[in-house]
């Protein structure tokens, strides 16, 4: 299976912040590579997909980046509602996997 | 809008079966792959298995001895059957909708399973 590994795990950061949160693979994963957002108690929601395509809906300071073995996810100003555990799932390889996800915290 | 709904048992004994059901509305099952996908504090993420209308399956290896994923068209509802499950199956069951770029887009909203006598 590809390993998927988050980094960081956890971060702490203030409201209007720039958030850098990136996927590492144990193997190339080329651009199949995917983006989720899970709040407590809820489903993951899809914020991109292909790396670098956002979903319909997601708000333009979320934006997706990179290719083979590094992906990154940025939010370009941190809201009130980002604050969540996010992660990302790769399918250039079956079985799916998904990172141990990152944690964004309010500072 | 595209609508998931997990239902079952949300206990089960250790060695007995676990079985889900994923209801979709707003879509039919005979476009698009239908996941399983699990969410446990120890192991996180896991992806199960999918299911075509078909009737094609793809299983998780570390599964699929003990695993069946079925559809009814009909019904417009695929189910998921785990057997022999221990306290290390216990976690959350999400079904998903898998697109074509490789990315589960819609998800029902989980529903908990503890195996436990």
């Known amino acids: 299976d590809i390993q998927l590994t988050q980094s960081p795990s956890f971060l702490s950061a203030s409201v209007g912040d720039r958030v850098t949160i990136t996927c590492r693979a144990s193997?190339?994963?080329?651009?199949?590579l995917a983006w989720y957002q899970q709040k407590p108690g809820k489903a993951p929601k899809l914020l991109i997909y292909?790396?670098?395509t956002l979903q319909s809906g997601v708000p333009s300071r979320f934006s997706g980046s990179g290719s083979g073995t590094e992906v990154t996810l940025t939010i370009s100003s941190l809201q009130p509602e980002d604050f969540a555990t996010y992660y990302c799932?790769?399918?250039?390889?079956?079985?799916?996997?998904f990172g141990q996800g990152t944690k964004v915290a309010i500072k | 809008q595209v609508q998931l709904q997990e239902s079952g048992p949300g206990l089960v004994k250790p060695s007995e079966t676990l079985s889900l059901t994923c209801t979709v509305s707003?879509?039919?099952?005979?476009?698009?792959?239908w996941s399983w996908i699990r969410q446990s504090p120890g192991k996180g993420l896991e992806w199960i298995g999918y299911?075509?209308?078909?009737?094609?399956?793809n299983y998780n290896p570390s599964l699929k001895t003990r695993l069946t994923i079925s559809a009814d068209t009909s019904k417009n509802h695929f189910s998921l059957r785990l057997t022999s499950v221990t306290a290390a199956d216990t976690a959350v069951y999400f079904c998903?909708?898998?697109?074509?770029?490789?990315?589960?887009?819609?998800w029902g909203q989980g529903t908990m399973v503890t195996v436990s006598s």
């Open positions: 998903a909708r898998l697109t074509g770029v490789n990315a589960f887009d819609i």
């Open positions: 707003g879509d039919s099952i005979t476009s698009y792959y």
């Open positions: 299911i075509y209308h078909s009737g094609s399956t």
């Open positions: 193997q190339g994963i080329s651009r199949y």
């Open positions: 292909a790396a670098s």
């Open positions: 799932q790769q399918l250039n390889d079956y079985p799916p996997t």
